[in-house]
């Protein structure tokens, strides 16, 4: 019995050190805003990731603001985070296409940590958009809510628009939550919610040479700015690879300090009980 133990304990401990190793963040993102980490600030929104650059406020930033981030589902419950919000339209970050990075997509991973405040500042919520320049042109990934709650999503591809994409995920007033938008050239389009999947459907081809230029947080591009997103962004991160379930959750358990004891403590007192 104590052999069927020292071994349980021992295979416990090293899953418990190998989920520590990975719960790193998935490298090498082309952009990465971190509210926390941006010393532009009120000019603009500076990319820490690899495509480099900045996204200029237009037409003035959204506020910092920091305080808890809570997500009952991941067990996040984060005090003293700092992050962006909107008060009013025109207030978000992404200039004009020749003052942007330029991102180059064939597959893609969007992710934003985030919160809808209340509703629409004008006639509808714009969120973000990547796209090739001009904005109509020939592809990109626009984001907005519809019907109040609802991120739906419409593609730009084979030289035009492909029309709304319905995503299933719902942005609560007040919640803070964790979303990703994964695309596939060609295969498929993956959304995530708190780390599950909560829709997929068929992709569209992406040619890695357009340029995606025209980015907007907090709108689907500079031009539609008025339509600022009512809300509070803490991080996004946009990749040139699709990133599988299991990235994406490291990328959650890699961006906060989750204390794991109660859960380390829990789960082996099962275990032990289990051989008592």
């Avoid at 405040?117 to 090739?132: I, K, P, R, S, Y």
Wanted: glycine share 10%; charged share 20%.
């Amino acid at each position: 019995m104590k052999t069927a133990i020292s071994i349980c304990t021992t295979i416990f401990f090293l899953s418990m050190v190998c989920a520590i190793a990975f719960a790193q963040v998935v490298p090498d993102p082309v952009l990465y805003l971190n509210a926390a980490e941006n010393g532009a600030h009120p000019d603009a929104w500076e990319n820490i990731g690899t495509a480099g650059g900045e996204l200029p406020a237009a037409d003035k930033a959204p506020e910092l603001e920091e305080g808890t981030i809570k997500i009952g589902a991941l067990g996040i419950d984060q005090p003293n985070v700092k992050y962006y919000t909107t008060k009013d339209s025109h207030q978000t970050f992404g200039g004009p296409p020749p003052d942007n990075p330029e991102l180059f997509f064939q597959d893609w991973t969007l992710e934003f940590l985030c919160r809808r405040n209340g509703d629409f500042f004008l006639e509808e919520h714009h969120f973000a958009g990547f796209q090739n320049s001009p904005r109509e042109g020939k592809q990109g990934i626009r984001l907005w809510i519809v019907g109040g709650q609802s991120l739906d999503m419409s593609i730009h591809a084979d030289g035009g628009k492909q029309g709304v994409q319905p995503l299933n995920l719902k942005l609560n007033e007040g919640e803070w939550t964790w979303i990703s938008v994964v695309g596939t050239s060609g295969k498929s389009i993956v959304a995530y919610q708190d780390g599950k999947e909560v829709s997929s459907q068929a992709g569209f081809e992406f040619d890695k040479k357009l340029p995606i230029n025209d980015i907007s947080i907090g709108a689907n591009s500079f031009d539609e700015r008025r339509r600022t997103f009512n809300g509070s962004i803490a991080i996004v991160r946009a990749y040139d690879i699709a990133l599988s379930e299991d990235e994406i959750n490291q990328n959650i358990s890699g961006t906060f300090d989750v204390d794991p004891a109660d859960k380390i403590s829990t789960t082996w007192a099962r275990v032990k009980r289990g051989y008592e």
